[in-house]
Every structure is written in structure tokens, then in C-alpha cells.
């Protein structure tokens, strides 16, 4: 696996006001340092402790995404330096979030995860649920956090048309709810299966791991 080739082969393919997030979940440290030295900033991981010890030991203009299901008793954790939060799935998260930032005097940009795949999974608002959140006033309250968008996950399915729609409808929601809201620019969707069709269809931050680090171990078991 040749990183930095990896990298810049993806991002040439990347339009200008489309990010890319590394995705080092279960990579190592050195792995992390081929994608910096190639210029690469922002990494995402899925898991508090590991996000939180490759902070400590490696370069402190990296920018770490946790992009992972987020349980509330660790937030401290990462309070004090994650600089996006992608995959927040409840007020309950949003309030810990918000708490832990102050006592840190920072303001946490948040990402609101909808739950767009087929699959039934526990994690992610669905539509209403987050035309329901951002109408609240009680959000006004939560002066440590800063909700700049939408995450979301298609499908894991060979069916492209199938992901494309969830991804189409994704992106509607986002335009419908960002209305009046200059925070919001941030649209995070595709991964290294889906990325083009998910940039064709509005995504401007995309989450790739295995195209760029190889596949982890846990896919090579598969
Ligand atoms: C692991 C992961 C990715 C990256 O997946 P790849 O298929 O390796 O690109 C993206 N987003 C989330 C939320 C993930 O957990």
C-alpha cells in the first residue's frame, strides 16, 4: 500500500469544496505519518481511547474527526481538542458535548447523524427528528456546540442506484434545514465504496479509510 500515492491519486479526483477525511480507525501511528507527511491534516477515527493516544503522540496540527457512534461518558475525553464531531445521534449526546466543551471554554462543531440506510441500526435522528431538534429552542441553549451540518451512512449494498437515492435524499434534507442557518456548510457523505456517487449527489466532506490505508483487519476476515 503506497499512502501518499493512494492520497493523491483520491484527491485529484476531488472537486475544491469537497474535503477529504483519512480514515485511520485501527491504522498505526507510522500509517498516519505517511498520510501526513504527503500534506494530509484531518483523520478521523471511530473510537475515543484510540482517537485520543494518537493525539498524544503525533503532530498537533492534525485535526481529528471522531466519526464514530459517541458514548456519552467519554466525551470528556476528547473534549479538549476534537475538532469535529460527526456522528452525534441524540440531545442527550448533544447536551454532554456541549457541557464538556465549556468546562474545556471551547465551542465543539458538531455534525447531526441521520439514519438514511435501509439497515436497521440503533444510531442516527431520522428526518423528523432533526427538523424537530433544529426547531428547538432549547437548542439556543447550547452555547458550546456548533451544529455546521449532516452525516450520514448509505446502505451497504452492491445496489449503486439504491445508495444514490439515500444520498439524494440526504442532501435534501440538508437543504431543507440549513435554510437561515450560514453555520451549516458541512455535508458529510460517501466512503471508499460510494464517495463519486455521493459527491455527484452534494456530499462536501467525504470519510475514506480503506482506499487510502488498505482494508483493516476486521474487512480482510471478512
Ligand atoms: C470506517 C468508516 C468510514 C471509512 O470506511 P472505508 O470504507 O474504509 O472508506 C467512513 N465513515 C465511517 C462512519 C466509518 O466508520
Redesign the pocket.
Known amino acids: 500500500m503506497d499512502i501518499a500515492e493512494n492520497l493523491k491519486e483520491i484527491e485529484s479526483t476531488l472537486p475544491s469544496h469537497v474535503r477529504l ?1 483519512a ?1 485511520s ?1 485501527t491504522k498505526s501511528e507510522a500509517e498516519i505519518m505517511e498520510a501526513y507527511q504527503a500534506g494530509q491534516r484531518l483523520f ?1 477515527e ?1 473510537k475515543i481511547q484510540e482517537m485520543v493516544a494518537k493525539w498524544e503522540n503525533l503532530p498537533k496540527d492534525i485535526q481529528w474527526h471522531m ?2 457512534h459517541v458514548q456519552r461518558n467519554k466525551v470528556k475525553y476528547m473534549a479538549g481538542f476534537v475538532s469535529l464531531v ?2 452525534v445521534d441524540s440531545l442527550r449526546l448533544l447536551r454532554e458535548i456541549d457541557k464538556r466543551a465549556a468546562q474545556n471554554q471551547r465551542v465543539i462543531d458538531c455534525l447531526l447523524q441521520v439514519h438514511i440506510a435501509r439497515e436497521s441500526t440503533k444510531f442516527g435522528f431520522d428526518e423528523d427528528e432533526i427538523r424537530t431538534l433544529l426547531a428547538a429552542e432549547s437548542l439556543s441553549d447550547l452555547k458550546h456546540v456548533r451544529i455546521r451540518g449532516l ?1 450520514g ?1 448509505a446502505t451497504f449494498t452492491e445496489d449503486m442506484e439504491q445508495v444514490r437515492s439515500e444520498f439524494r435524499s440526504l442532501k435534501s434534507l440538508y437543504d431543507e434545514v440549513r435554510t437561515g442557518r450560514q453555520e451549516m456548510d458541512i455535508l458529510s457523505m460517501g ?3 460510494d ?1 463519486a456517487i455521493a459527491i455527484e449527489e452534494g456530499s462536501t466532506m467525504v ?7 488498505g ?2 483487519d476486521c ?1 480482510l476476515n471478512r
Open positions: 477525511v480514515v480507525k478521523g471511530n466519526i464514530g460527526q456522528g452525516m451512512m466512503m471508499s465504496g464517495y470519510r475514506i479509510g480503506s482506499s487510502i490505508f482494508l483493516r474487512q
